[in-house]
């Protein structure tokens, strides 16, 4: 059903049918309530006639009807008054006897017994409650009084409740739908307005936002939700734009260099030492490739969650000594001294493999930015229960408007000296990954002029 579909309708019809039941329930329980407090008061009033008449009978000690004499009205269809003697025999009728209420003489016999009795009749038009008691003097029962007065009363006042309820019943139910419907409407309509604009808000333009000035209640945090949402998104898209967008442009550089270099070669025809020049430039060029596609490929592996991390117990001093002894060929060729610092060893849980790129990254950094004649140490402490390692070198340092960006992809401080080194501003990234994948931190501190440390913290033993 179409109607279903709307939540606004379907707590409205909630709303209502809880409160026709409640309503019915209530209504129920104040009928049965009243019409009991009023037989009640009706079987009072005929105990105290029957008192009455049984005590103006036995004035005098026995059952004298001539003391008996009601109000002195007439008296009609609507009560009666009668008095039996101890044979069962009526002595006195106020009704005059023609036509008198039916007697019931098993009523009567059990009042000669001692027991009192309510029950319904009907005489004339109306319905009468007659109350059969026995007439005590003395403590001896010398006859029976019968009461009976119409429940005329009882059954007027019921019947106004009962119009009273026909009336109010609908008209309740049909106030509170309106104000229901208005008020789920009230209610909801803010969420139609957040359905209406996040359908505007395409994968294409995610830009948008709800901006919707709502109170901070459901609805309003649900928008708010739902906004920061789509600056996510838009984020993670434009991240992810930009990626390609520099992965393109760093794979073209080194294609439209060896396009350069052979179209030269083929110009004209030239000796094997001029080819072989060009074959060693290309080689160069698809070497720089080789690297910046294999750090493509790690980063996009490691967006995916795809690299595995092998936790292992694992030794500082043992990781940097063969990360320094992988790098030294390049360190001495450039004139650089490579220490590694003396000390306790640290012991860290780590993926060897992982964290051997590390730091070899860090060193191939190091190595390529500092000058000749330079100095790089590799050191390890524990600090505040983590395993850190720090790699300090005496190069260029780097400037303090560019610290905060050198881990983003693509980053270079200086473009043009750092592509001539061969790096793609990946190499940091890459670091970064794998330290919070590892749930540590890295951090770059770096005084101008007098270089660069890296200090890697990472879970220890
Ligand atoms: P790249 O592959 O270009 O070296 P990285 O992500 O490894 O990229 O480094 C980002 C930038 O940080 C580099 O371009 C470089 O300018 C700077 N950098 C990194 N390490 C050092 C260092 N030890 N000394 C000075 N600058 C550095």
Redesign the pocket.
């Known amino acids: 059903m179409a109607f279903l579909r709307s939540l606004r309708l379907r707590l409205t019809l909630w709303y209502v049918l809880l409160l026709a039941v409640t309503l019915a329930v209530f209504s129920a329980g104040v009928y049965l309530a009243l019409r009991e407090n009023l037989n009640s008061n009706l079987d009072s009033s005929l105990e105290a006639r029957a008192s009455i008449v049984a005590g103006l009978a036995t004035e005098d000690g026995e059952l004298e009807v001539e003391h008996v004499e009601i109000d002195g009205n007439d008296v009609g269809d609507d009560e009666f008054t009668r008095i039996f003697n101890s044979s069962g025999g009526v002595v006195f009728d106020s009704s005059g006897g023609d036509p008198a209420p039916v007697v019931d003489s098993a009523a009567v016999e059990r009042a000669l017994a001692g027991e009192r009795a309510y029950r319904k009749i009907v005489f004339g038009h109306d319905n009468l409650r007659v109350l059969t008691a026995p007439v005590l003097s003395d403590g001896e029962i010398v006859g029976v009084v019968e009461v009976g007065l119409t429940d005329e009363d009882v059954r007027s006042t019921l019947r106004s409740l009962l119009v009273i309820i026909a009336f109010a019943y609908p008209a309740v139910l049909g106030v509170t739908s309106a104000g229901g419907l208005f008020l789920a409407g009230r209610a909801l309509s803010p969420i139609d307005r957040v359905t209406r604009v996040a359908r505007k808000i395409g994968a294409e333009d995610l830009g948008q936002r709800l901006d919707l000035d709502l109170p901070d209640d459901e609805v309003g945090r649900l928008a708010r939700t739902f906004d920061e949402m789509i600056e996510r998104l838009d984020r993670a898209f434009k991240r992810q734009r930009q990626f390609t967008a520099d992965a393109s442009h760093e794979l073209r550089t080194p294609l439209t260099a060896i396009k350069g270099q052979t179209e030269v070669a083929l110009q004209r025809e030239r000796d094997p030492e001029a080819y072989r020049e060009v074959l060693r430039g290309v080689n160069s060029e698809v070497d720089r490739m080789i690297r910046l596609v294999g750090s493509l490929l790690t980063l996009a592996r490691a967006d995916a969650a795809r690299i595995e991390i092998n936790r292992e117990d694992l030794s500082a001093r043992a990781l940097a000594t063969d990360a320094v002894e992988q790098v030294s060929p390049a360190a001495s060729e450039k004139g650089l001294t490579l220490t590694v610092m003396p000390g306790d060893d640290v012991r860290l849980v780590a993926d060897q493999d992982l964290v051997l790129q590390l730091l070899l ?1 860090l060193l191939d ?2 190595i ?2 500092t000058a000749a004649g330079g100095a790089i140490d590799v050191s390890w402490r524990v600090a505040d229960g983590q395993a850190e390692i720090a790699i300090a ?1 005496n ?4 400037p303090a408007e560019h610290l905060p960006h ?1 881990f983003d992809r693509f ?4 473009v043009a000296r ?1 592509r001539g080194e061969g ?7 890459i670091c970064r990954w794998i330290v919070e994948a590892h749930g540590g931190s890295i951090e770059a501190t770096s005084e101008p002029g007098s270089g ?1 440390t890296f200090t890697v913290r990472l879970p220890g033993s």
Request: neutral net charge; charged residues 15%.
């Open positions: 990254n950094n190091a390529k930015y070198d190069g260029p340092g780097i050198i980053y270079r401080v200086d750092s790096g793609a501003g990946l190499g940091l990234a660069a």
